[in-house]
C-alpha cells in the first residue's frame, strides 16, 4: 500500500514536497537531535539512543560533546573509553580569542583543548566536522530504523543548526564550514539538503511556548522570559505574546547572554573533592574512576538535585584506589554551595538586567522565567531565581526531558515554520531585535553642509563631488526585524560602455560592517570607532553587460549599469543574507559570502575614480588593479543608497593612500 502523508490542514501532502527535518543542538558539553516529517509537524522525535562504554547512557536525550583519536581510530560521545581523556569544548574554539571572556582565555579546559588539537594536528574547524560527521551518520541510522531506508533515501533534508545567540557571524561561518566538511550537505539523488540556522534562545523558547500552547492563562500582552542554561553558554531572549491563535511571539528587548553554563561548575566540584580528599590520595586515583563519578555522581545527580538545603554525602565508589568518604566530609551548607556560586551569580545577573529592560519597554514584570537548557534542570538554581524576582514574575521549571531537548524540539519548530507548515498547536515567532547594527560604507554627493571636507572626494565618472566614508546603516542595534519582511536596500555598479567585454558578465564586491556601539557613528573614521568588517559579498551577475540598461554621464559616455538588493535577516548577533536580481533571488553559484581571510581595515576606493596626486609608480600599481576589480556603486535617490567603490581584490594591489 503507497504510504500518504498529510500536511499540517490534514490534506494528502505531495511527494514532491515531503522532507525530513533534523533539528541539532551542538553545545559546549552535550548534543542532541531531534527530527520530524513535515507532513506531521505536532509529532517531533528526539534521538535517544548511543553507542555507550558505561551502561545508563544508552538512552539518553542526549550525547556529550566529546570525541578521541586513538590509534585504533576515532570515537566520540558515550562511545569513547573511559581510560582515555576526549577532547572537550572544541565548540568554544570557533570563537576568536578577543570574543571570549576574560576568564576564559587562561581557562585550564580551553588551553588543554587547544594542545590537544594541536597533538591532533586538527583545527577547531576539522575537529567540529569529525564529531557531526559521527553524529549525522549515527541519526541516520537512527531515522532509518523508524521509517525504512527505500523512504530514507527518497526524502529530501533540512537541517537547522542551533548557535549560541551571542556568537558573532564568522563564528556561524564555521560551522557552516564544519557542517559541509562532515558531509551533511552531501549530495542526494532525491534532492538538495538545505542548511539554516537559528539561535539556541529562539529554538528553546519555540519548544517552550510549544509546551505551553494549551495553557488557559497565556493571554495577549504577556510577556516571558526563556533562560537557556547550556554548558557553555547562558541564553535569555524575551518575548512579549502577540496572538494566541495559534500562538505568536514578538522579541520585545535585546537579549543577553554569556558564557557562564554549568560545565565551569565541573572543574571547582573536582577542585572541591581533591580539596576534601587530600592531593595525595587523589593523585593515585586512576582518571577513568574520576570521569565515572564526574558523570554519574556529579553530572546526573548532585549537579541537578542540590538545591541548597539538604545534607549532601558524595559517595566516592572509587573501588581499592580510596578510602570512602563519609556523609561529614562534604556538606551542602558549606562547600556544594560555594561551588555554584560563581555560576549561579552570574545568571543572576542576567536575569536581573533582562528583567530590568522588559520592565521598562513593556511598564510592567514578565509573567513567567522559563528555565531550560541542561543547566535549567537545576534545583539550585531555580531557588535562587525564585528569591530574586519575588512575587513580581514566577521562575517555571519543566520536568523530565522537555527542558533538556528544547533547544533541538525547537529547531525542528523552526524548519516547520520556514516552510510554511506551522500547525495551530505551534508558536511562530514574528519579529526579533538586532543585537548589532549592519550596514556598508557608502558615497553621497558632496553637501558642504553636511559633510567633512577630508572626506570631500570627486569622481572622474560621474564627473562630481562625493562624500566619501559615510556608513549606510540599514539595520541598526536595537531595530525590529520582520521574518517575513526582511532588510532590503538597492544598489549599483555602473561601467562605461567602451571598457568592458560587452559579452561577459561583471563580479562586484560589497563589504559589509558591523559595529556593537549602542549609537552607530555615521561615518567611519579612519582610526578605530567600533567599526568592523563582518564579511564581504561577492555577486557575479546572472545577465552579462550587453544586456544591462544604460545611462549617460554628464560628459555623454554611455554608462551601463548593474541593479540588485542585498537582504538581510538578524539573529541575534548573526545575519544572514541574499542577493536579489529583478525579483528573484540569485542561485549560490552567482554569489558568495566570505567571512574569512577579510582584512581588518575596509577596502579603499579604486583610485581610477578619483582626483588626486600621487606619485606614478603608485598610480600605475592602482590602475592595474582597477582593470581586475569593480566598478564603483553610485548614489541613487531614496530609499536606493550609493556604495562606496570597495574591492576584495584592492588589498592586493598594495596600499592606497587616502583621499
Known amino acids: 500500500m503507497a504510504e500518504v502523508s498529510l500536511d499540517s490542514r490534514g490534506e494528502p501532502e505531495p511527494a514532491a514536497k515531503r522532507c525530513l527535518l533534523f533539528g541539532i543542538d551542538f553545545g559546549t558539553t552535550y548534543t542532541g537531535i531531534a527530527w520530524a516529517w513535515t507532513g506531521q509537524p505536532d509529532d517531533i522525535f528526539t534521538i535517544t539512543k548511543w553507542e555507550s562504554k558505561l551502561y545508563g547512557n544508552e538512552e539518553r536525550e542526549k550525547c556529550p560533546t566529546t570525541i578521541h583519536y586513538g590509534q585504533d581510530g576515532t570515537t566520540w560521545g558515550y562511545a569513547t573509553p573511559l581510560a582515555v581523556e576526549p577532547i572537550q569544548w572544541f565548540k568554544l574554539l570557533l570563537v576568536n580569542e578577543d570574543d571570549l571572556a576574560d576568564h576564559l582565555k587562561d581557562s585550564p579546559q580551553l588551553a588543554q583543548a587547544k594542545q590537544m588539537l594541536s597533538d591532533a594536528g586538527k583545527s577547531a574547524i576539522e575537529v567540529v566536522a569529525d564529531y557531526l560527521m559521527h553524529l549525522w551518520n549515527h541519526a541516520l541510522e537512527n531515522v532509518r530504523r523508524s521509517v525504512g531506508k527505500r523512504t530514507l533515501d527518497r526524502t529530501p533534508f533540512q537541517v537547522v ?83 494566541v491563535n495559534p500562538l505568536e511571539v514578538k522579541e520585545c528587548v535585546e537579549g543577553t547572554g554569556a558564557l557562564c553554563g554549568g560545565t565551569f561548575l565541573d572543574e571547582d566540584f573536582e577542585a572541591l573533592l581533591r580539596m576534601r580528599v587530600g592531593k595525595r590520595a587523589w593523585d593515585k586515583i586512576p ?17 541537578q538535585q542540590f538545591d541548597g538545603k539538604d ?45 530590568r529592560r522588559v520592565r521598562e519597554k513593556l511598564k510592567k514584570q514578565p509573567r513567567y522565567i522559563i528555565l531550560v537548557g541542561g543547566f535549567g534542570r537545576c534545583r539550585f538554581l531555580y531557588e535562587r531565581l525564585s528569591i530574586l524576582v519575588g512575587d513580581h514574575s514566577e521562575v517555571l521549571q519543566g520536568s523530565g526531558s522537555a527542558p533538556w531537548t528544547a533547544v533541538s524540539r525547537g529547531a525542528v519548530i523552526r524548519a516547520l ?81 567602451n571598457k568592458v567585454n560587452l559579452g561577459s558578465h561583471p563580479e562586484v ?105 600621487e606619485s606614478e609608480s603608485s598610480r600605475s600599481g592602482l590602475e592595474s588593479a582597477g582593470e581586475r576589480t569593480t566598478s564603483p556603486l553610485y548614489p541613487l535617490r531614496d530609499p536606493m543608497y550609493d556604495l562606496s567603490a570597495l574591492s576584495a581584490l584592492s588589498r592586493r594591489s598594495g596600499e592606497i593612500n587616502p583621499v
Not at 543548526?161 to 560551522?175: D, E, N, S
Not at 555577486?539 to 550587453?546: D, G, I, K, L, Q
Open 287 to 303: 582518571r577513568h574512576e574520576v570521569q565515572k563519578m564526574m558523570v554519574t555522581t556529579w553530572e546526573h545527580g548532585i549537579k
Open 417 to 497: 515554520t520556514a516552510r510554511g507548515l506551522l500547525s495551530r498547536s505551534l508558536v511562530h515567532v514574528s519579529s526579533r531585535i538586532s543585537r548589532a547594527s549592519f550596514g556598508t560604507e557608502a558615497r553621497y554627493p558632496f553637501d558642504e553642509n553636511k559633510h567633512a571636507q577630508e572626506d570631500k572626494a570627486f569622481c572622474k565618472i560621474e564627473k562630481t563631488f562625493f562624500a566619501m566614508r559615510q556608513m549606510n546603516w540599514f539595520l541598526v542595534r536595537g531595530d525590529n526585524t520582520l521574518e517575513k519582511e526582511p532588510t532590503r536596500l538597492t544598489y549599483y555598479h555602473v561601467w562605461p560602455e
Open 311 to 355: 545534607l549532601i554525602t558524595i559517595p566516592l565508589y572509587l573501588s581499592s584506589y580510596f578510602r570512602w568518604v563519609d556523609a561529614k566530609a562534604i556538606s551542602s551548607s558549606g562547600h556544594v554551595e560555594e561551588v555554584f556560586e560563581n555560576v549561579i551569580s552570574q545568571i543572576e545577573g542576567l536575569v536581573g538586567h533582562q528583567l
Open 509 to 613: 564586491c560589497i563589504p559589509i560592517f558591523s559595529c556593537e556601539n549602542l549609537t552607530p557613528p555615521s561615518r567611519r573614521d579612519p582610526g578605530n570607532n567600533g567599526i568592523k568588517q563582518l564579511c564581504m559579498i561577492q555577486v557575479r551577475s546572472p545577465v552579462p553587460y550587453s544586456e544591462m540598461p544604460d545611462k549617460t554621464n554628464s560628459a555623454g559616455e554611455r554608462l551601463l549599469t548593474f541593479y540588485y538588493n542585498i537582504e538581510m535577516i538578524s539573529y541575534g548577533a548573526s545575519v544572514e543574507f541574499s542577493v536579489v536580481v529583478d525579483g528573484q533571488r540569485i542561485a549560490s553559484e552567482y554569489l558568495s559570502v566570505l567571512f574569512e581571510n577579510v582584512s581588518s581595515e575596509p577596502d579603499r576606493p579604486v583610485s581610477r575614480i578619483l582626483e588626486r596626486t
Open 161 to 243: 543548526l542551533t548557535i549560541p545567540a551571542i556568537w558573532k557571524a564568522y563564528a556561524v561561518a564555521r560551522m557552516r564550514r564544519a557542517a559541509k566538511q562532515a558531509g551533511i550537505l552531501a549530495d542526494r539523488a532525491c534532492g538538495q539538503t538545505t542548511l539554516s540556522f537559528v539561535t539556541e534562545p529562539e529554538a528553546a523558547a519555540l519548544a517552550t511556548f510549544s509546551d505551553m500552547r494549551r495553557r488557559p492563562d497565556v493571554e495577549t500582552g504577556d510577556a516571558f522570559i526563556v533562560a537557556d542554561c547550556g554548558g557553555g553558554t547562558v541564553d535569555l531572549i524575551s518575548y512579549e505574546v502577540s496572538g
